[in-house]
């Protein structure tokens, strides 16, 4: 009985030592190593380049914060301001972007930098239909760029999406120029489509408002104002609808009824 009982207690035995043995090695096992900033700097890259931008926002912070007289200092905010722009969070990205502006000014980023910013308005714009004051923020962004770098090798893009912008804008006018004749307010409409002869002369809607302002003239039996418009039409440049209603116009000019 009493060897029966000896058996039992032995594993019991041997889990008690084992546990003994599991807390000593806890015990001295050493406390993590705090990462440098370089460390912390290098973890947040590998971070960034995995798309695992909350990991690397928190790492390039700690660097941005912790030793802003680094060498690396500008590149982290760069980086960090870069995170937010991956993530969508382009507000947030403005910031960032504009902090490494104001602190590190001297930075060979600063150039790349002024760029993003206006990318990062340009993302934030909506469609031209709603609230236009990102797209406003984005043209002048875009606009002043090519002021301060006029031989950047970015400036193409930043002409291309001012175009796109400007044309966004045009077309709402036009479209709205285009409502005030349904309604047949022909003196609205005219008002509206000089908008864009005014202020977006330079987008694919230009010849297409002439012909509209030549037709509100028309109802409204202005000939002169009508032939005047119907000149600067560039007739190879309309669409089969309106090459159809420019020459319309033309036998009209020619058959005026008295």
Same mark, same amino acid.
């Not at 797209?135 to 031989?151: G, N, R, V």
């Not at 796109?164 to 022909?186: D, F, H, I, N, P």
């Given at each position: 009985m009493k060897k029966h %009982?000896?058996?039992? %207690? =032995? @594993?019991v035995l041997g889990m008690l030592l084992s546990g003994c043995s599991g807390s000593k090695e806890v015990e001295a096992k050493e406390p993590p190593k705090e990462r440098s900033y370089i460390e912390r700097y290098e973890d947040a890259l590998v971070n960034f380049e995995a798309k695992k931008y909350y990991k690397s926002i928190e790492d390039f912070t700690y660097?941005?914060?912790n030793a802003p007289g680094s060498d690396i200092a500008d590149d982290a905010q760069y980086y960090l301001a870069s995170s937010h722009y991956a993530l969508k969070e382009y507000l947030l990205a403005i910031d960032e972007y504009q902090q490494l502006l $104001? $602190?590190? @000014?001297?930075?060979? %980023? *600063?150039?790349?930098? $002024?760029f993003k910013i206006a990318e990062c308005y340009y993302m934030q714009? @909506?469609? *031209?239909? $709603?609230?236009?004051? *990102? =797209?406003l923020k984005a043209i002048a962004a875009y606009q002043d760029f090519i002021d301060e770098y006029p031989f950047s090798e970015n400036r193409a893009n930043a002409e291309e999406r001012i175009r796109e912008l400007r044309s966004g804008l045009a077309k709402k006018v036009y479209e709205a120029g285009q409502l005030y004749m349904v309604l047949r307010e022909w003196n609205a409409a005219i008002i509206t489509f000089n908008e864009i002869l005014d202020s977006y002369y330079d987008t694919p809607y230009l010849n297409d408002t002439y012909l509209e302002i030549a037709t509100c003239y028309a109802k409204l039996l202005k000939r002169e104002d009508m032939i005047r418009m119907l000149n600067k039409v560039s007739e190879a440049d309309l669409s089969a609808k309106n090459k159809l209603n420019y020459n319309k116009l033309l036998n009209l000019s020619m058959d005026w009824p008295e």
């Amino acid at each position: 009985m009493k060897k029966h %009982l000896v058996l039992c %207690l =032995i @594993p019991v035995l041997g889990m008690l030592l084992s546990g003994c043995s599991g807390s000593k090695e806890v015990e001295a096992k050493e406390p993590p190593k705090e990462r440098s900033y370089i460390e912390r700097y290098e973890d947040a890259l590998v971070n960034f380049e995995a798309k695992k931008y909350y990991k690397s926002i928190e790492d390039f912070t700690y660097v941005v914060f912790n030793a802003p007289g680094s060498d690396i200092a500008d590149d982290a905010q760069y980086y960090l301001a870069s995170s937010h722009y991956a993530l969508k969070e382009y507000l947030l990205a403005i910031d960032e972007y504009q902090q490494l502006l $104001r $602190r590190w @000014p001297a930075s060979d %980023l *600063y150039e790349k930098t $002024r760029f993003k910013i206006a990318e990062c308005y340009y993302m934030q714009s @909506p469609g *031209y239909q $709603r609230d236009q004051q *990102y =797209i406003l923020k984005a043209i002048a962004a875009y606009q002043d760029f090519i002021d301060e770098y006029p031989f950047s090798e970015n400036r193409a893009n930043a002409e291309e999406r001012i175009r796109e912008l400007r044309s966004g804008l045009a077309k709402k006018v036009y479209e709205a120029g285009q409502l005030y004749m349904v309604l047949r307010e022909w003196n609205a409409a005219i008002i509206t489509f000089n908008e864009i002869l005014d202020s977006y002369y330079d987008t694919p809607y230009l010849n297409d408002t002439y012909l509209e302002i030549a037709t509100c003239y028309a109802k409204l039996l202005k000939r002169e104002d009508m032939i005047r418009m119907l000149n600067k039409v560039s007739e190879a440049d309309l669409s089969a609808k309106n090459k159809l209603n420019y020459n319309k116009l033309l036998n009209l000019s020619m058959d005026w009824p008295e």
